[in-house]
């Protein structure tokens, strides 16, 4: 049996995240795939330090803040989730890119990631997940620039998550 082709895009609970929802959905849309967001969180302090103390109410409303921040992004991006499309939302625990890499295994995969920030203070202090991603991936990777920018116009459909920024 064939497997059916995914979407996966990575969610950061970032600003820009609604130009790579929105690129993905309408890949997604494109391909008639299924849209599978994935956000990925760790324990406040590590892994390490989780282990040491580890506390599964904590671990449970940690688990949760990141489940609001997916839904959160899809409201910015969409007024909500997409009702055209199957969207299968993913909470995983772990670092962003081994756990986007967790999910999107198969080789008809497309991954969607923001391309991260330009500076070179920012490319020092915070982690290169579309870097990662590219590196690694057994899959197709499309970056969005991290200078993408949400649209705000609706087609002529009106559903705003088949819409791209020019």
């Known amino acids: 049996m064939a497997e059916s082709t995914r979407v996966i895009v990575g969610v950061s609970g970032s600003r820009r995240d609604a130009a790579v929802l929105q690129r ?8 008639g795939a299924e ?47 997409p009702a055209n499309l199957r ?12 756990a986007l890499l967790e999910i999107a295994d198969r080789p008809e995969d497309l991954l969607v990631v923001g391309a991260g920030r330009r500076g070179p203070l920012q490319r020092l ?3 290169r997940v579309a870097r990662y991603c590219l590196t ?3 899959c197709t990777v499309l970056t969005v620039p991290a200078d993408a ?3 705000t116009r609706r087609p002529r459909g009106g559903h705003p998550e088949l819409a791209m920024a020019a």
């Open 136 to 138: 690694r991936a057994h």
């Open 87 to 98: 969207v299968s939302p993913v909470v995983i625990r772990g670092a962003a890119g081994p």
């Open 24 to 31: 993905a959905a309408a890949e997604a849309a494109r391909r």
């Open 35 to 81: 849209l599978v967001p994935v956000i990925a969180w760790t324990p406040v302090g590590g892994e390490p330090a989780y282990r040491a103390h580890p506390c599964p109410s904590l671990a449970a409303a940690w688990h949760q803040a990141a489940r609001n921040r997916l839904d959160k992004a899809f409201s910015e991006a969409f007024g909500g989730y």
């Open 125 to 127: 202090l915070f982690a």
């Open 149 to 151: 920018r949400p649209t």
